[in-house]
């Protein structure tokens, strides 16, 4: 078994996890793994569980725990994971989280980090959040607009609001995150697996945090 951190991160959307999530995985060299990276490379370079994934995906359907289950395996046993990793976006669910307890086989995970940031907090941050329509990489908000009202500052696109971004979709999300995380939670905790962390500071604060958390937890 090798030393290196085995981490499952989540939080509410808004809650700076993208950021964070990068953040560790450079501090401890070790591959930040997203869902969602993770299944558009598995279907780019046709894996076995990449093409399975694709024929759902193609026809509009949700990806069954058993393919999803493939891919992380598949995703694991690359050799950039060999030495520890970072998973963001999985697991969902506690079948989920028993699956990934047995993919890691020898190599079971460090640490489930829930980077907790109130609900009024994370809706006000994705309520004021403006997003360029030509490239959604480019991120304003209504506290940090672009130098002329509604132009993006790096294209000169159209600065907006999306549709998903407004208060009461972002309660609608959150509520849904809360009925689908509250079980998962409780299933890293009961295997006293689980670390809940604040993540309303400022961002070098946060990451201080979660730093001695996993190296207390690991200890290193």
Request: glycine share 10%; aromatic share 4%; net charge negative.
């Amino acid at each position: 078994m090798t030393d290196g951190v085995r981490l499952v991160v989540f939080g509410r959307q808004g809650a700076g996890k993208g950021t964070q999530c990068a953040r560790l995985a450079a501090h401890y060299g070790v591959p930040h793994i997203s869902t969602g990276d993770m299944l558009r490379a598995a279907v780019r370079d046709g894996t076995e569980f990449g093409l399975k994934a694709k024929e759902y995906m193609d026809a509009g359907k949700l990806l069954p725990d058993d393919i999803m289950v493939g891919l992380v395996a598949e995703r694991l046993a690359q050799h950039d994971a060999r030495g520890g990793w970072l998973l963001d976006g999985y697991p969902r669910t506690p079948g989920q989280a028993e699956a990934l307890a047995a993919v890691s086989g020898d190599a079971p995970f460090t640490l489930a980090i829930n980077l907790d940031v109130p609900e009024s907090v994370v809706i006000e941050r994705i309520s004021s959040r403006r997003v360029c329509a030509s490239d959604s990489s480019h991120i304003y908000s209504v506290q940090q607009p672009p130098a002329v009202a509604g132009v993006c500052d790096r294209c000169g696109g159209e600065v907006v609001q999306r549709a998903d971004d407004t208060a009461e979709a972002v309660r609608e999300r959150l509520d849904t995150y809360q009925r689908q995380t509250a079980p998962l939670i409780a299933w890293f905790e009961e295997r006293d697996k689980l670390a809940t962390v604040d993540g309303n500071d400022a961002p070098d604060v946060v990451t201080a945090s979660l730093i001695a958390t996993v190296d207390e937890r690991h200890h290193l």
